[in-house]
């Protein structure tokens, strides 16, 4: 997996709640054009305002409460450097010029209906997280070793891994390691495995491997098993997203 994997990303104006899907562990990146949201994240509440960009982490407690005229730019990314999933990083997108670059990220935007430019606006992303982390203010990512561990042994061998080899690899108690990584996590290990499968998935569905090829990569035990585990986790069939890369 590379260091960002956009999953999602556009423009949109929205009014009242807006559908949220719940179980799934991207990071959320807000630019807000004009108008404002409230949202919920992690037994947080926030007021997303104009002219401002919103970084809210691990997306599966995610929670749209209200918005008015809410005019956003929005990335939904996978990262190898994990954020704390309960703070929500605030900053002014004046600092920078960062404003004025998310106005050339909308006219790529609106020039690209088909969203053809996935891997430069993820290039893009990567550039101002990096613009972000290295001048603004650092990012909340999580420091807990063990978890930092696990997490590295889930991308190198998340096709075959269980929560009890993860345990014993860390020699470590399962219990307690399935403890300490919800809480540092907010979701479980295996949770966070069959998310990575997923991910991982599309990425080979995108590269032009077949159905069943991606879900036997990716550790399922047929293509049916796999299909089912893609269209719960990203509401589209693998059918769609070949399509969506061709």
Known sequence: MQNINLYAYGRATVNNAWPARHGFIVNRLYYVNSGSALIHNANREQTLVKGNIYIIPQCHNFKPVDAFSFDHTFFDYF???????????EID??????????????????????Q?????LEQILAGILSVINRQYTPLPYITNTTVMRAI????ESYANITTKALAQRLNINESHFIRLFHRTMGISPMKYIRACRVLNG???????????EAAERCGYSSPSTFYKAVKICLSQSPSDLKKQRK
Do not use: M
């Open 152 to 155: 590295d042994i889930i991308y």
């Open 93 to 114: 997108a004046s600092a920078f010029a960062l404003d004025r670059f998310f106005d050339y990220i909308n006219e790529l935007i609106e020039q690209d209906p088909e």
């Open 116 to 120: 053809k430019n996935h891997k430069a």
């Open 79 to 89: 990262s190898l450097r994990v954020l704390d999933p309960n703070k929500i990083v």
């Open 202 to 212: 599309k990425e080979l569905l995108y590269s032009g491997a077949s159905v069943a």
